[in-house]
Nanobody, 125 residues
């Protein structure tokens, strides 16, 4: 499975940004998908995750209320939109896919089998 992120960039604090991730998998709907981020000197952390058909989502506390993860299984694509961006949202954002048979949403990097190359999101104050 190949994952390719797009949509990162430089945004002013308070603005919005959408990133997307296109997957090569024929059976995209069999994967739990997630967005992680990693800031310089920090560990990679989950931002949001979505179940195989989008019925369930998870958000880390720091983005709750201003972030939406969604997926379009017909397009093999998962999306992340963050509103009211803050400088602390600055990081490389990674798309990840988990092929676990039970469809459970994982929140650890080790739960995910496939990773994109990452896209830089920079929020200026």
């Amino acid at each position: 499975v190949q994952l390719v992120e797009s949509g990162g960039g430089l945004v002013q604090a308070g603005g919005s940004l959408s990133v997307s991730c296109a997957a090569s998998a024929v059976t995209f709907s069999s994967f739990v998908m997630a967005w992680f981020r990693q800031a310089p000197g920090k560990e990679r952390e989950v931002v949001a995750a979505i179940s195989r058909y989008g019925a369930r989502t998870y958000y880390v506390d720091s983005v709750k209320g201003r972030c939406t993860i969604s997926r379009d299984n017909a397009k093999n694509t998962v999306y992340l939109q963050i509103n009211n961006l803050k400088p602390e949202d600055t990081a490389v954002y990674y798309c990840a896919a988990d092929s676990n048979a039970f469809g459970q949403i994982g929140v650890r990097a080790s739960d995910y089998d496939y990773w994109g190359q990452g896209t830089q999101v920079t929020v200026s104050s």
